[in-house]
């Protein structure tokens, strides 16, 4: 079997990398070695095992800080038969993978702090908080400050959170031994493991309260509200989803506290319909402006613009107003305004109007219809919309 590679060296990342800087590395790779790129190259499905491997233990405090101190040896494996990690021997298979670090793929919007935290066993977390906002065309263009009343757990003001009366009001646990951890032993696929768990009992804390806060009878938390300043930044999309981190419900006794997820509602504006960075909207002019040109206002997020029609202008003709759409959300340019002109014909005439138009009808540009031409409305809508 070859020599194990550094994790760190296999994500390529510094040895005090933050956890941002891993994740971003191991994404990086994922998406370089993935299966679905690389169809068939076994090479590159190691590398991806390999960074699996490595991003499992980096992404996790305990398990980077063991192996930090002990290198692979602390992870078990082959040499060490057994130990922690639950991937030991056989390295990860496709399908962990997939189950444990799915999330990171997910990520349809890479930059800016989308998807969850690894799942798994983790100390004594609040839960996360999921609300949505709602924002409008102009707040979507320029970006926007949130300023949102969350109601939630906080840590209770009397014991600040850690549920004890006070600071003699603890002794050891005696089922991990102030350790924080059990370990148990499973049978699995891979042959006998030991799994390390966060002790049931005292729920990673290595201590149990004997005497109990009297205002939250020990819980640490209760029933409260923050005022959160979310920063929106322009570009954002219906659905896409902004982690603010620690926002979330506080955690018993003084646990971390989860997170707030915040998702984008975009309010409709029947004027200009979202189509990615650009936007759409439909021109209604009149039958005599088609036919001698003009000028006619046009919809934009701030206001309206003006436009000239040319002489002669057809049903179904696309215009652009160029920079005038949604800035891009990773900062690639400003979409425009797509202009589809649609012509008005009055459903109603007057006795002088349709005296008018009959004798217009019997002129020479408009005794007969153009044949088809070779670009249909419907083709042009086509190939507008699909590339
Ligand atoms: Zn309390
Ligand atoms: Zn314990």
Redesign the pocket.
């Known amino acids: 079997m070859a020599e194990k590679r550094d994790y760190y060296e296999v994500l390529g990342v510094e040895r005090n990398a933050d956890a941002d800087t891993i994740k971003k590395a191991y994404r990086k790779a994922a998406i370089k070695y993935h299966p679905d790129k690389n169809p068939g190259d076994k090479e590159a499905e190691d590398k991806f095992k390999e960074a699996a491997e490595a991003y499992d233990v980096l992404s996790n405090e305990d398990k980077r800080a063991r192996y930090d101190r002990f290198g692979h040896a602390g992870m078990g494996g082959a040499a060490g038969g057994g130990g922690f990690g639950g991937f030991s021997g056989g390295g990860f298979s496709m399908e962990d993978i997939f189950e444990q670090f799915g999330d990171i793929f997910g990520g349809a919007f890479g930059g800016f702090g989308g998807g969850s935290r690894s799942r798994g066993p983790r100390v004594n977390r609040g839960s996360d908080i999921r609300i949505t906002v709602r924002l409008t065309l102009q707040e979507i263009a320029e970006g926007v400050t949130k300023k949102l009343k969350i109601n939630k757990t906080v840590a209770c003001d009397k014991c600040g959170g850690s549920g004890a009366k006070d600071a003699s009001s603890y002794s050891t646990?005696?089922?991990?031994?102030?350790?924080?951890?059990?370990i148990t032993v499973q049978n699995s696929f891979f042959g006998r493991m030991q799994t390390q768990s966060v002790?049931?009992?005292?729920?990673?804390?290595?201590?149990?309260i004997t005497a109990k806060c009297d205002k939250c009878g020990g819980e640490g938390t209760e029933r409260g509200s923050e005022i959160v300043e979310v920063k929106i930044p322009a570009g954002v999309a219906e659905g896409m989803a902004l982690t603010v981190r620690g926002k979330g419900n506080a955690a018993r006794n003084g646990g971390q506290n989860g997170d707030l997820q915040v998702v984008i509602e975009e309010e409709h504006n029947p004027q200009l319909v979202r189509n990615g960075d650009d936007l759409v909207h439909q021109l209604n002019i009149t039958v005599t402006t088609a036919i001698l040109g003009g000028e006619v206002e046009v919809p934009t997020i701030d206001g309206r613009a003006r436009i000239k029609i040319a002489p002669g202008t057809h049903a179904g003709k696309i215009l652009r107003l160029r920079g005038k759409g949604l800035p891009n959300v990773n900062g690639y340019g400003r979409g425009d305004i797509t202009v589809i002109v649609d012509i008005t014909i009055p459903d109603e005439l007057t006795k002088e109007e349709r005296k008018l138009v009959e004798q217009l009808a019997e002129q020479p540009h408009f005794k007969r219809a153009a044949e088809p031409e070779n670009q249909s409305i419907l083709e042009r809508m086509k190939s507008f919309f699909h590339g």
């Open positions: 646990c005696s089922q991990c031994n102030g350790s924080g951890y059990v002790c049931p009992t005292c729920g990673g804390a290595g201590r149990v």
